[in-house]
């Protein structure tokens, strides 16, 4: 809502009645000024990004490297946590890559035993494939995330090639141009590549328990807000259900060092607040007139008399619906550092989520022919002024510029100097002879 001017000028004078009886209409001077032009809307602090690191499996958090406020550097490494179960299909996945052949003999059962071997193969390289990218997708560090989806989409791109030479093989074989001991040796390389491929995923499943910074900040235990359990690594690798717990209300999300955490309890959050800015949600019928670089001053609810400047980086396209029904959208803004008007003593620094009054400055006129807005009535749609011409009132259609809620930018219909009405318009006449 527009609710604010900048300048207020001081116009007129109070006429009186010929009895001497003071009036309620009183005649003011239209005046060179500056008005501002201002749209309050409420807001929120906000930290550039929070990034909440999350267990990836149920396990125990063994080494917690950071303490409470320690501000850290992106890939720092903050936590551990020690999950047996994870542990434990590693070995397997060990043990099975030095079972498995570098070359072989003809499987037993001639043809129809290659064939059941080559579909054994693919079925545990789809099935490992299918965890392992399941897997990936949990993990909160978006970089991670990215690398092991990409060492997944890359293992099973160099199996697609190997299945697909053992397919050539078994038909060269069919076809009688090579024997099936010739093609042993595709079979083997793919069930080798598979085992390899296995223990790589594993591998990277156990290496995802190291909690690393995935952007600098400042530390603090625990989630920004309970939030449901993620799913359990351990039981996706084995195709089990997705738990869905979250954490009970009482209990401190804060996980000491040494503690049980269950898949996707929050462990840690970096917040990053070498850059605090403001939303701000701006009623629909203002938004229009926000434009990135406008200025704004931002006064918090924790820290009563200080202001924050402020300048809008961006208003976003599509709306939000506010608790009242009405439609708003989210501009968001850079914060400055804020100061006490007594003395100009810097006002403390604010906390992500603190609310605030902000102030939004969308038009300024310099130098601009002004008048109260309580000069400016309506009549027959138009906006009007009472103007004192040849020693009477007449109504003058006017042209509104920046309108502040003291004073007004006049663009045409009254120039500076003119006499205009300022109270009791509802009281004059046209051709009423003014004092």
């Known amino acids: 809502m527009i609710i604010a001017a900048g300048a207020l000028v001081l116009l007129g004078s109070t006429a009186a009645s010929c009895d001497d ?94 064939v059941a071997a080559g579909r054994r193969t693919d079925e545990q390289a789809a ?31 160099q199996y697609t090639a190997a299945s697909a030479a053992v397919d050539a093989a078994l038909r060269s074989v069919q076809r009688g141009v090579a024997s099936l001991s010739r093609a042993v040796g595709a079979l083997s390389a793919a069930q080798r590549l598979q085992a390899e491929q296995a223990y790589e995923l594993a591998d990277a499943a156990v290496e995802a328990l190291d909690l690393r910074a995935p952007v600098a900040g400042i530390v ?71 434009e990135a670089g406008v200025e704004a001053e931002a006064e918090l609810d924790a820290a009563p008399g200080a202001t924050y400047p402020a300048t809008v980086r961006s208003a976003d396209l599509l709306p939000t619906t506010s608790a009242r029904g009405g439609i708003s959208y989210q501009v968001r803004l850079d914060l400055g550092e804020g100061t006490y008007p007594a003395g100009g003593a810097a006002a403390p620094d604010p906390r992500p989520g603190m609310s605030a009054v902000i102030r939004l400055r969308v038009r300024q006129a310099q130098d601009a022919v002004t008048v109260p807005a309580s000069a400016v009535v309506s009549a027959s749609g138009r906006d009007t002024v009472w103007a004192v011409r040849d020693g009477r009132f007449q109504a003058v259609p006017v042209t509104l510029g ?34």
């Open 21 to 114: 009886e003071p009036s309620a209409i009183r005649v003011g001077t239209a005046t060179v000024a500056g008005v501002d032009e201002i749209v309050e809307a409420p807001g929120t602090v906000v930290a550039r990004t929070a990034a909440t690191l999350t267990a990836p499996a149920a396990g125990t958090l063994a080494d917690l490297r950071v303490e409470p406020g320690d501000r850290v550097d992106r890939g720092d490494l903050l936590a551990v946590i020690e999950s047996p179960e994870l542990e434990r299909r590693r070995a397997a996945a060990a043990e099975a890559l030095d079972q498995a052949p570098s070359a072989g003999g003809v499987p037993t059962g001639g043809t129809a035993g290659f």
């Open 127 to 157: 099935e490992a494939f299918r965890h392992a990218r399941e897997a990936a997708d949990k993990i909160t560090d978006p970089a991670l995330k990215a690398a092991l989806r990409h060492q997944v989409d890359a293992a099973r791109e």
């Open 402 to 435: 920046v309108q502040g809620e003291e004073t007004v930018q006049v663009l045409s219909g009254v120039s500076a100097g003119d006499r205009v009405v300022i109270a009791g318009a509802d009281q004059v006449e046209a051709g009423d002879e003014a004092p």
């Open 220 to 290: 603090q235990l625990g989630g920004s807000a309970q939030q449901p359990a993620a799913p359990d690594l351990a039981g996706i690798l084995a195709g089990g259900a997705v738990p869905q717990a979250g954490t009970p209300a009482g209990v401190d999300t804060a996980v000491p060092e040494g503690g049980y955490v269950a898949a996707g309890t929050p462990v840690l959050t970096v917040v990053d607040t070498g850059r605090l800015g403001l939303t701000a949600d701006v009623d629909e019928t203002d938004v229009l007139l926000v």
